[in-house]
């Protein structure tokens, strides 16, 4: 069992940064890989940045490029998503992902790949 928990959201102006945190609770310890997703009313959820399992890969939506950087701190079993240059579009509620996987490598990116989720927050950015 997988317990996913974020935090960090909040309403900021354009071009400020923020730090979302999601502290990621394991019952078995398996290979995990983690992805941050948004979602904005009546649209699906849609990929924002992702772990492979063994942290060795990492891939960016392209909106998010060079703007958003995923990271983790093991020792506090807890996955960071820095959104810096933050735009109104940026607006959704994000949600972290967990997928148990033994293909160390691979990044998944489709909402349906992914078996656990948190409770998502919220993330307003103002013109």
């Known amino acids: 069992q997988v317990q996913l928990v974020e935090s960090g959201g909040g309403l900021v102006q354009a071009g400020d940064s923020l730090t979302l945190s999601c502290e990621v609770s394991?019952?078995?310890?398996?290979?995990?890989?983690v992805g941050w997703f948004r979602q904005t009313p009546g649209k699906d959820r849609e990929f924002v940045a992702g772990?492979?399992?063994?942290?060795?890969?990492?891939t960016y939506a392209d909106d998010v490029k060079d703007r958003f950087t995923i990271s983790r701190d093991s020792a506090k079993f807890t996955v960071y998503l820095q959104m810096n240059s933050l735009k109104p579009e940026d607006t959704a509620v994000y949600y972290c992902?967990?997928?148990?996987?033994?293909?160390?490598?691979?990044?998944?990116?489709?909402?349906?790949?992914?078996?656990?989720w948190g409770q998502g927050t919220q993330v307003t950015v103002s013109s």
């Open positions: 992902g967990a997928k148990q996987s033994w293909d160390l490598y691979n990044v998944y990116q489709e909402r349906t790949d992914y078996e656990y």
């Open positions: 772990f492979s399992a063994n942290v060795a890969r990492t």
């Open positions: 394991l019952s078995v310890f398996l290979p995990y890989a």
